[in-house]
């Protein structure tokens, strides 16, 4: 049973536009949530983070929302830039928990087209 | 420059034939752990440490071994590859053992194991 679910396994977004990826819990537990972002032939890098006392955190052109009551965060990006063409990860955990207990989804695929 | 790294970064094996894939990094880190990618099933935890000669289970442990000898290597071990256990590994590491740190990864190793 997967705790964090990614149920779009990829995404096409025209440049300049706004790329929305979302991702659900099911463990009512996780107050920190992450985004990763990964390129090909390279490691995830952490891109934004969002604590469950906040409902949003912005970084730049990145935005990440969080709906506890629906158990749903979403990664808003604003302009969409062809740089941004990668795999995103969330990921949450409770942060007081371990470190070995944050739970990744499968990933969205992000292609940002001219 | 503060990274994590693995090597190899590709590896192509038979059945049966032991390996192993290093993983050290330069930030002191206490925490290390492995994960494997798969299509459709995200980042999946291996085996974990929270510090030298401290390892522990993660969600997919069977077939692998690791040891925490020294505080900067965290090696991922096959006694015996299979072909299902082809597949992207990625190292991680992060100065906090709790949840709330950030996790950085490696460049991945991509096995294949015929």
């Known amino acids: 049973d997967q705790q964090v679910k990614q149920n779009s396994p990829s995404l096409s977004v025209q440049e300049g536009r706004i790329s929305i990826l979302n991702c659900d819990y099911t463990?009512?537990?996780?107050?920190?949530f992450l985004w990763y972002k990964k390129y090909p032939a390279e490691g995830p890098t952490f891109l934004i983070s969002i604590s469950s006392i906040k409902d949003k955190n912005e970084d730049g052109r990145f935005t990440v929302f969080l709906n506890k009551s629906a158990k749903h965060l979403s990664l808003h990006i604003v302009p969409s830039q062809p740089g941004d063409s990668a795999v995103y990860f969330c990921a949450a955990s409770d942060q007081y928990s371990s470190a070995s207990k944050i739970i990744f989804g499968s990933g969205t695929r992000l292609s940002i087209r001219p | 420059e503060a990274q994590v790294t693995q090597n190899p970064r590709y590896l192509i094996t038979v059945t049966g034939k032991k390996l192993t894939v290093t993983c050290s990094q330069n930030m002191n880190h206490e925490y290390m752990s492995w994960y494997r990618q798969d299509p459709g099933l995200g980042l999946r935890q291996i085996y974990y440490s929270m510090n030298v000669e401290v390892t522990d289970k993660g969600d997919v442990p069977e077939g692998y071994k690791v040891s925490r000898k020294e505080k900067r290597n965290f090696p991922l071990i096959l006694e015996s590859p299979s072909p299902n256990q082809t597949s992207l590994y990625f190292c991680?590491?992060?100065?906090?053992?709790?949840?709330?740190?950030?996790?950085?990864f490696g460049p991945g190793t991509r096995l294949t194991v015929t």
């Open positions: 991680a590491s992060s100065l906090s053992a709790l949840a709330g740190g950030t996790i950085y």
């Open positions: 463990n009512s537990m996780f107050d920190y």
